[in-house]
């Protein structure tokens, strides 16, 4: 049975950091793409950021690029993200997902993920 499981979210002030983890039993994760996503009370849920199995390139949203940092262990088989210089309206759950594919991972949309973890909130708040 493929379980994810995030950690790491909590509370935060402006400007502070969290390392959210996606931690997998029944995938080896490092043969999957991970993405990881958002979702605020009222927005559709977007993608944040996401490494591709096939060469380990990544992908940022806009609003993350230069603040998050997606990474595998491989040890550990789990996939952080790493924020740094969070803000208020990073506030939302956020997901990790795993895509059994090739495709460069910019190129794959949501409903092609395969497993999803329950989320783990996070909220950026003086």
């Known amino acids: 049975q493929v379980q994810l499981v995030e950690s790491g979210g909590g509370l935060v002030q402006p400007v502070g950091s969290l390392r959210l983890s996606c931690a997998a039993s029944?995938?080896?994760?490092?043969?999957?793409?991970i993405g990881w996503f958002r979702q605020a009370p009222g927005i559709e849920r977007e993608g944040v950021s996401c490494?591709?199995?096939?060469?380990?390139?990544?992908y940022y949203a806009d609003s993350v690029q230069g603040r998050f940092t997606i990474s595998r262990d491989s040890a550990r088989n789990t996939v952080y993200l790493q924020m740094i210089s969070l803000k208020p309206e990073d506030t939302a759950v956020y997901y990790c997902?795993?895509?059994?594919?090739?495709?460069?991972?910019?190129?794959?949309?949501?409903?092609?993920?395969?497993?999803w973890g329950q989320g783990t909130q996070v909220t950026v708040s003086s």
């Open positions: 997902a795993a895509q059994a594919g090739w495709d460069p991972c910019a190129v794959v949309s949501q409903d092609e993920y395969d497993y």
């Open positions: 029944g995938v080896t994760l490092d043969y999957y793409t």
């Open positions: 490494i591709s199995s096939s060469d380990d390139s990544t």
